[in-house]
T-cell receptor, first 109, second 115 residues
């Protein structure tokens, strides 16, 4: 399975757009990219998944360049409640269960 | 729709004792996962079931950990005997192939402290 690298932590202010980039240089042709969010004392929650180009849902957008060696999770206009750990997972469809240490996002007032 | 249920939520035991965790997945979800999450780390997959069969248990320490999913619904994860390094949150998740992105739904977890 592809190894992923994300920033350990990020700070932002309420109302700003936050972009978290994940590097996955050895991504395989049949791998998908999935992002999960985890609040303290809760299990992770699925945010978004994509294979190429751009995917958008009501929560976030996922940008994947043509070479697919990285991906960027974009959270529009964050609020304090978006403070959480965000995980990038890479693996074949239905086999995305290798979690790294994630990115700890702190949203400040 | 009810979420993934886990019990107990907290457990404190002494080393060398035994402990069991229970998980009830979302109704209709054929795939069930058990993860171990040590403080400050991401979850680590221990075992994956498809219905009542094991798909992947390559990271399950089989000398002390065991899991079963009788009748393809509820599941139990057991540790016997526990070690200090087993202190962690044990997360159960379930999924279903028909779900967009094959997303996993996680329960609240069981926080285990081994003293």
């Amino acid at each position: 399975l592809a190894k992923t690298t994300q920033p350990i932590s990020m700070d932002s202010y309420e109302g700003q757009e936050v972009n978290i980039t994940c590097s996955h240089n050895n991504i395989a042709t049949n791998d998908y990219i999935t992002w999960y969010q985890q609040f303290p004392s809760q299990g992770p929650r699925f945010i978004i998944q994509g294979y190429k180009t751009k995917v958008t849902n009501e929560v976030a957008s996922l940008f994947i360049p043509a070479d697919r060696k990285s991906s960027t999770l974009s959270l529009p206009r964050v609020s304090l409640s978006d403070t959480a750990v965000y995980y990038c997972l890479v693996g074949p469809y239905g086999q995305n269960f290798v979690f790294g240490p994630g990115t700890r996002l702190s949203v400040l007032p | 729709e009810a979420g993934v249920a886990q019990s107990p939520r907290y457990k404190i035991i002494e080393k060398r004792q035994s402990v069991a965790f229970w998980c009830n997945p979302i109704s209709g979800h054929a795939t069930l996962y058990w993860y171990q999450q040590i403080l400050g780390q991401g979850p680590k997959l221990l075992i994956q079931f498809q219905n009542n069969g094991v798909v992947d248990d390559s990271q399950l320490p089989k000398d002390r950990f065991s899991a079963e999913r009788l009748k393809g619904v509820d599941s139990t994860l057991k540790i016997q005997p526990a070690k200090l390094e087993d202190s962690a949150v044990y997360l159960c998740a379930s999924s279903e192939r028909r779900l967009a992105g094959y997303e996993q739904y996680f329960g609240p977890g069981t926080r285990l402290t081994v003293t």
